[in-house]
DNA sequence: TAGATTGTTAATCGATTAACAATC
DNA sequence: TAGATTGTTAATCGATTAACAATC
């Protein structure tokens, strides 16, 4: 175990190994190994000791790691074995579509709060959550001391809300939005736009 | 300009500055350089020209590049100066925003054929095209000698549809389900979950 | 011309992998 | 014990950056 600042790129792949666990203890699997783990995911054996061992010693020689303790280690780690309250802006069809998704509360996150601007909106309920207009939003959201949120609008609208976002005190942004957005240093950002994934696919497909 | 084949990292960084690039048109900018589109995008000067000198010199010293021909540029290289016509797979609340999201046909890509196996599904429509059968998907693909797809089905299911998939001749797949897929090695996956991305920031942010 | 910026080289930095002693 | 797999070290591999001649 080392105690120099872990590199983002092994943090980034910790969810990846979070999921795979947990996709295997709902199978009724207890135990696994670097081998075993690094097939499924595509990942050499090695990197994945590697990466665990930033952070203590999870698994015993000759055996190979106990999944449910692994799991609890790397929720640990990530900050997830907790419930983060989330708030999303923009509920077009795609925030419609997050609001409505049952993936992120077995996975550390709930949607607490739902944000418009069309008056259309406001006031409507998605599972008993109410839309609320922006110009509430930096009140509403210091309120419930909420420090994650996730960007649904068009693009023209998200460097906006992601200002907006920040004095609320906001610190962890998803932006679906296609736009790179400008922050500050200790903001931390992710983006979501499926056209750039495709697009890193098409360069290799044959004309 | 250098021969060798280019890391894959680096064409993943081309889409953004495609996308980058296309705002900064849009907003009638027509010229630009390295250092300018780094500072929007949080990367150094040095890598956007390394990054393009894989493929060729784009740009003019003293001034940096035209917008407007380095835009067709990476289309080119990336594939996208044509339209790719896309299959669906799951046409739940994700996949029915997918289908209605305005923001594929400007940058290479058409949603052309949509499944699902839910019989209350099957039939409907959504933007004149009509929602089929899982189980013709593999003819259909096949017949419209389509590419690309995207899966957005439950977890369980996903698997299962990726070997179709692959079967009917599909060569990249965007992956929504929050698993990772078994597929043939010249087989491009991408994968979109939204948890991954929150989990991967919580890890900095104070308990 | 003077100023700016490119494309490229070489140096630096960081990440991945191979190998193996330790040990369950 | 014999076999398996860990955690870690050192070597390798690859990506990023700094610097600058070329030149618009």
Redesign the interface.
């Known amino acids: 175990m080392d105690r120099s600042p872990v590199p983002?790129i092994v943090?980034?792949r910790?969810?990846?190994y979070?999921?795979?666990l947990k996709?295997l203890l709902s199978e009724g699997i207890e135990v696994t190994s670097s081998r075993e783990l690094g097939r499924?995911?595509?990942i050499s054996s090695a990197q994945i000791r590697k990466d665990l061992s930033h952070f203590g010693e999870f698994g015993k020689q000759g055996t190979g790691y106990h999944i449910g303790k692994l799991c609890g280690e790397l929720e640990q780690?990530?900050?997830?074995n907790?419930e983060?309250p989330?708030a999303l802006v923009g509920v077009?069809?795609?925030g419609?579509?997050?609001a409505?998704?049952g993936?992120?509360s077995h996975?550390?996150?709930r949607i607490a709060q739902l944000f418009d601007n069309d008056p259309a909106k406001i006031g409507q309920k998605i599972n008993e959550l109410e839309i609320m207009p922006v110009n509430k939003m930096g009140n509403s959201i210091e309120e419930a001391r909420i420090?994650?949120a996730?960007i649904a609008t068009p693009?023209d609208a998200a460097q906006e809300v992601a200002d907006a976002l920040v004095k609320a005190g906001i610190?962890?942004i998803?932006n679906y939005a296609?736009?790179?957005l400008?922050v500050p240093g200790d903001i931390?950002v992710?983006y979501?736009?499926?056209?750039?994934?495709?697009?890193?696919?098409?360069?290799?497909?044959e004309?």
Chains 1, 2 share one sequence.
Do not use: E, S
């Not at 780690?77 to 997830?80: A, G, K, Q, R, T």
């Not at 979501?192 to 497909?205: E, G, K, N, S």
């Open positions: 983002d943090i980034g910790l969810p990846i979070l999921r795979a996709r499924w995911l595509g780690i990530l900050n997830v907790r983060w989330v077009g069809d795609l419609r579509a997050l409505h998704y993936g992120f996975r550390g996150f420090r994650v996730m693009a610190r962890a998803l296609p736009i790179a400008i931390r992710q979501i736009d499926p056209v750039i994934h495709l697009q890193r696919m098409t360069y290799y497909l004309k």
